[in-house]
């Protein structure tokens, strides 16, 4: 019964390049939810998702940043062109349902931007 | 709106102390409110979570929470410590009802012999 998966684990990237993370939530689980970690601060709520569809992007920077759950494969977080101000540790949760409040976390990708 | 308000980056007991952490939140409706632990380099692991009834919540790893709504506080607590204990706390409050969660800066706990 594998949980939340995250690949990669680490992931280094130039200024400029893009950067793709990838999520596969726990079976059975149709909702996702990305955080984003900086050093020294809690985890800020970025993106929302059900299976095809964006239900709250509130926490999405307005540029860049992306973020995509298709009817088939993993969640998808791509971050284009970036910069220093990116690295932090990208984690996905999934969960059951909106009623079902708990939030299953993956171990996170850590984002360097050289 | 919801904040939370983690007082204390860092707790310092010893094994076999009580370990307090608090916790205060602000939300404009009812809230749901949760601990989590993260141990270096993993993911959060839900500890306990509040939701509606019972205002003494028990979690995993003997510890406990207490809603407090006229405090608006929801502090975590466990009679002794063990070394294993030591990693970093998150509290985290969410509209009931609803799935996204709003986080505290988090507070490292660290044990000694």
């Known amino acids: 019964n594998a949980g939340v998966m995250q690949n990669p684990r680490h992931l280094v990237r130039r200024r400029g390049q893009e950067a793709r993370l990838r999520c596969s939530p726990m079976?059975?689980?149709?909702?996702v939810y990305w955080y984003r970690q900086l050093p020294e601060e809690g985890l800020k709520f970025m993106v929302y998702l059900q299976k095809e569809n964006i239900i709250d992007e509130s926490g999405m920077p307005k540029e860049r940043f992306s973020a995509e759950f298709p009817k088939e494969g993993p969640s998808i977080l791509r971050i284009q062109q970036v910069v220093r101000g990116d690295s932090a540790a990208y984690f996905c949760a999934s969960s059951r349902g909106q009623e079902h409040n708990e939030q299953f976390f993956g171990p996170g990708t850590r984002l360097t931007v050289l | 709106a919801q904040s939370v308000t983690q007082l204390g980056s860092h707790v310092s007991v010893s094994e076999g102390a009580l370990v307090l952490l608090r916790c205060n939140y602000s939300s404009s409706v009812p809230p749901y409110l949760f601990w989590y632990v993260q141990y270096p380099n993993q993911g959060l692991q839900l500890l306990l979570k509040y939701t509606t009834g019972a205002t003494l919540v028990k979690g995993i790893n003997g510890f406990e929470a207490e809603f407090k709504k006229s405090e608006t506080s929801f502090h975590l607590t466990k009679p002794s410590a063990h070394m294993s204990d030591a990693a970093e706390y998150f509290c985290?409050?969410?509209?009931?009802?609803?799935?996204?969660?709003?986080f505290g800066k988090g507070t490292m706990l660290l044990v000694s012999p």
């Open positions: 985290a409050v969410s509209p009931a009802g609803y799935s996204t969660l709003t």
């Open positions: 079976k059975g689980h149709s909702h």
